[in-house]
């Protein structure tokens, strides 16, 4: 039984699992921000949680099949290096989960921050909607926002 749940986490079925997953997290933050089930599942530990767990065994999974770990590093040295990093499925999916997790926290700070200021719901949902997809530029437009509610320039927090 054990082989038949290790054959079936695939890079490819936890690609979609992950993709599929977070969306619930994502729809708690933009539609029910102020709920107790926000602050229980997305703005809690949970969802790091559950990303560091699969990180974990995809990291144990790939040092099973002697994935060279070191070479990830060479990932600094040229942009060429990066780009052949990205041709190797064990890097590309350990980047997703790193990528999905950081847009989320920061989806959550955003929820977090939004609250403390007493932004409206409505206007923090296009920042919202753009950090998942692209999160830089979603907080720097919350940050726009934030700047007329708080009444302040802050350069950090």
Not at 28 to 39: A, D, H, V
Not at 141 to 153: D, E, L, N, S
């Amino acid at each position: 039984m054990i082989e038949q749940i290790y054959t079936y986490f695939t890079i490819e079925i936890i690609y979609l699992w992950l993709n599929f997953g977070v969306l619930p997290f994502w729809l708690i933050l933009i539609f029910f921000p102020q709920s107790k089930i926000c602050k229980i599942f997305a703005q809690s530990i949970f969802p790091i949680t559950v990303f560091s767990l699969i990180y974990g065994y995809l990291i144990y999974k790939f040092f099973l099949d002697n994935y060279d770990f070191l070479s990830n590093f060479t990932l600094y040295l040229s942009f060429a290096n990066l780009l052949s990093l990205f041709e190797e499925k064990y890097f590309l999916i350990l980047f997703w989960i790193h990528f999905l997790a950081i847009n989320l926290f920061c989806g959550s700070w955003i929820v977090n921050d939004c609250q403390k200021f007493n932004i409206p719901k409505g206007l923090v949902f296009l920042p919202l909607i753009i950090t998942y997809f692209i999160g830089p530029i979603g907080i720097f437009i919350y940050w726009v926002i934030r700047i007329f509610y708080a009444k302040r320039i802050n350069l950090y927090d």
